[in-house]
T-cell receptor, first 112, second 113 residues
């Protein structure tokens, strides 16, 4: 039973446009959400996070939106750049130092 | 500040064999977690170590075991390897009081034939 779902395996966007990556979760105990970016032959690197007490968090070109009632979060990248091409993982955690639960990832390709 | 280093980067083993993977945590980090990432999947939590003791375990059989050393480095041991154990194994370290400050290593790609 997948608790964190990324239903789009891949996404292709033109350079300069907006990329929107979606993530759904089923466990209502999750209270902290993170996005990681992964290049081939590298480990996941932290991108941005959001606590369940917020509905938006912004960091430069990256914004994460959280809709708790829908159990849905999204990552917006504006403007998209070719260097953003990578696999993006959504991850969630419940109260305390519990392990991260990851989605399957979405491969983003930004075309110049 | 050094990051998380894992060794080896690639490994090929035969079914039934045993394997040990190693991880050096980031400087200042005292907690180490191991994840398995199968092809086309997200990382799945195996277990976590803090103060040299297992501090949480995912849905993995006992043939997956680990160690944490006084310098906070860690090992993942897998006995009686199966073909389905072929995956990328990721180590992540953090500080106990920094709940979500995980730093991941580049992983060890294990292939079981």
């Amino acid at each position: 039973d997948q608790q964190v779902k990324q239903n789009s395996p891949s996404l292709s966007v033109q350079e300069g446009r907006i990329s929107i990556l979606n993530c759904d979760y089923t466990n209502s105990m999750f209270d902290y959400f993170l996005w990681y970016k992964k290049y081939p032959a590298e480990g996941p690197t932290f991108l941005i996070s959001i606590s369940s007490i917020k509905d938006k968090n912004e960091d430069g070109r990256f914004t994460v939106f959280l809709n708790k009632s829908a159990k849905h979060l999204s990552l917006h990248i504006v403007p998209s750049q070719p260097g953003d091409s990578a696999v993006y993982f959504c991850a969630a955690s419940a109260l305390g130092n519990t392990p991260l639960v990851f989605g399957k990832g979405t491969r983003l390709s930004v075309i110049a | 500040e050094t990051g998380v280093t894992q060794s080896p980067t690639h490994l090929i083993k035969t079914r039934g064999q045993q394997v040990t993977l190693r991880c050096s945590s980031q400087s200042g980090h005292n907690t180490v977690s191991w994840y398995q990432q199968a092809l086309g999947q997200g990382p799945q939590f195996i277990f976590q170590y803090y103060r040299e003791e297992e501090n949480g375990r995912g849905n993995f059989p006992p043939r997956f075991s680990g160690l944490q050393f006084p310098n906070y480095s860690s090992e993942l041991n897998v006995n009686a390897l199966e073909l389905d154990d072929s995956a990328l194994y990721l180590c992540a370290s953090t500080r106990r009081d920094e709940l979500y400050g995980y730093t991941f290593g580049s992983g060890t790609r294990l292939t079981v034939v």
